[in-house]
């Protein structure tokens, strides 16, 4: 009997493990899977930096990161190739949060003749200095079809964030970082719009070998942008009258 009851004992325990096994087991099925991180490219690879030489006063760095937003980061590489951000202003910027850009139209309605790319939310916070893609809002009472069509609105125009802002986290795509040159975003002219914006000067991928940073031309002065003054015509001199010549007395 004892030999019975203890074979029962030993199948029990085959079958359920001892009870730090079972526990073991709960644990790891309780805790869900962490979300897969590729590593992104070095710091090195020139190829995934970007340059924005500001018109505030020098060349802001950005790190790129295919590894989260592979399609939005593409886009910026192919815009900035065709010379798209030159001299495009920042349009919207606000004081403890962010300074937007990418618009040629200037008022935040524009893009680029490419077509909208898909959201690529991904774990990257909006802390101070990353850079994430705009996109349009939709109403909160908006329907899912609406909501997911602005989601899928990104195209050329992206933001910088001055202050953390972790509310837009997974809301937005980041796909870069400023790893140095933050002083000239700070600069960045205030409004919405601002009176006096400033610009992206130039913009450049660094595996292109671009030139150092040089500001950008003054604008000319007052008086050559004043219309030059039309001239009067001078007045026509008036024939003198032809004296009729006396005919010769006749000897």
Not at 173 to 192: A, L, Q
Request: charged share 20%; net charge positive.
């Amino acid at each position: 009997m004892r030999f019975l009851l203890g074979l029962i004992a030993t199948m029990c325990l085959a079958v359920t493990g001892n009870p730090s096994m079972a526990a073991k087991k709960k644990t790891a099925a309780a805790v869900a899977p962490t979300e897969q991180r590729i590593a992104p490219p070095a710091l090195t690879d020139k190829e995934n930096l970007l340059y924005l030489d500001l018109s505030t006063g020098g060349r802001v760095v950005v790190r790129l990161y295919p590894n989260v937003a592979p399609k939005m980061v593409e886009r910026i590489k192919i815009l900035t190739r065709q010379h798209f951000y030159d001299g495009l202003k920042f349009h919207r910027v606000i004081e403890g949060f962010m300074a937007q850009t990418g618009d040629p139209k200037g008022d935040g309605t524009g893009g680029s003749t490419l077509p909208d790319l898909p959201a690529e939310f991904n774990w990257m916070p909006h802390v101070r200095g990353a850079v994430s893609a705009a996109r349009e809002g939709a109403a909160p009472d908006a329907d899912a079809a609406a909501k997911k069509k602005a989601e899928d609105s990104a195209n050329s125009q992206f933001f910088i964030v001055l202050d953390p802002k972790l509310v837009l986290d997974k809301k937005y795509t980041v796909f870069g970082r400023v790893i140095s040159g933050m002083e000239y975003v700070d600069t960045v002219e205030r409004g919405e719009p601002p009176a006096n914006p400033s610009t992206i000067v130039h913009a450049y991928i660094a595996a292109d070998n671009p030139p150092a940073y040089a500001p950008a031309p003054p604008p000319p002065p007052l008086a050559a942008l004043a219309p030059a003054p039309t001239p009067t015509p001078a007045a026509k001199p008036v024939p003198a009258k032809p004296v009729a010549k006396k005919p010769a007395a006749k000897k």
